[in-house]
Nanobody
Framework: QVQLVESGGGLVQPGGSLRLSCVAS????????MGWYRQAPGKQREWVAS??????NYADSVKGRFTISRDNAKNTVYLQMNSLKPEDTAVYYC???????WGQGTLVTVSS
């Protein structure tokens, strides 16, 4: 049983910041790549960021604004989101891509 529990979503003004968290269980966390995807209303799901044991990658749309990180001692992956824009509004999903495992999603709304 793999479980991913996300938190940290909410309402934030443009230019603001938010940090998402995802706590994983049922996996050997330190050995797995992790990722974040998002899905805006009426749009398909898009990849946002990934982290392996030693590297990170970002979609061009968030590069320079978002940072993905992990704390293996806490089985947690984070997404620090800065300089938020209205177009960042979406449901954000945590994933273990090698297992096709997904969290339930957490809603981020960027609006004034």
């Amino acid at each position: 049983q793999v479980q991913l529990v996300e938190s940290g979503g909410g309402l934030v003004q443009p230019g603001g910041s938010l940090r998402l968290s995802c706590v994983a269980s049922g996996i050997i966390f330190r050995m797995r790549a992790m990722g974040w995807y998002r899905q805006a209303p009426g749009k398909q799901r898009e990849w946002v960021a990934s982290i392996t044991t030693s590297s990170t990658n970002y979609a061009d749309s968030v590069k320079g604004r978002f940072t993905i990180s992990r704390d293996n001692a806490k089985n947690t992956v984070y997404l620090q989101m800065n300089s938020l824009k209205p177009e960042d509004t979406a449901v954000y999903y945590c994933t273990v891509p090698t297992l096709n495992a997904w969290g339930q999603g957490t809603l981020v709304t960027v609006s004034s």
